[in-house]
């Protein structure tokens, strides 16, 4: 959880929304957040500055204070997000394998590997294969 508000909060520092949620692989979150921080700080600096002249430092507080305000919901969302998927970061999506489902053993080297694999990761012997000892 640490780990994706420091990205997000680093990537609000260089003006890039959704580091966070980029870093826990919300990729639908990441985008719509880069899209409205930067669609809105394109229609802040066309109507309260001069888009040619316009540099960062020369920006009125009517344009940088929103887009600061977005950048800090931002990593707030990106906090929420982590906090909610529980792990942190680098969410593993997908159907997970029931833990309670025996392993089984190899008929060659006798280690235990998934039963839902055709063969043994360890010694790459079959599941059929006779047990040599």
């Given at each position: 959880m640490v780990v994706a508000v420091v990205v997000s909060v680093v990537g609000a520092i260089i003006g890039v929304a959704g580091a966070g949620h980029v870093?826990?692989?919300?990729?639908?979150r990441?985008?719509?957040?880069?899209s409205l921080v930067l669609g809105a700080g394109l229609v802040l600096i066309a109507s309260f500055a001069?888009?040619?002249?316009?540099?960062v430092s020369s920006l009125p507080l009517r344009v940088t204070g929103p887009i600061i305000l977005l950048l800090?919901?931002?990593?707030v969302d990106a906090y929420y997000v982590a906090r909610r998927s529980g792990t942190?970061?680098?969410t593993r999506r997908g159907p997970t394998r029931d833990e309670s489902a025996?392993?089984?053993s190899c008929p060659s080297c006798?280690?235990?590997?998934?039963p839902e694999l055709s063969f043994c990761p360890w010694c790459a012997?079959?599941?059929d294969d006779e047990r040599v000892e």
């Open positions: 870093y826990l692989r919300e990729w639908g990441a985008f719509a957040w880069f001069d888009p040619e002249t316009a540099t800090t919901l931002n990593t942190g970061g680098a025996p392993n089984v006798g280690r235990e590997f998934d012997g079959s599941r």
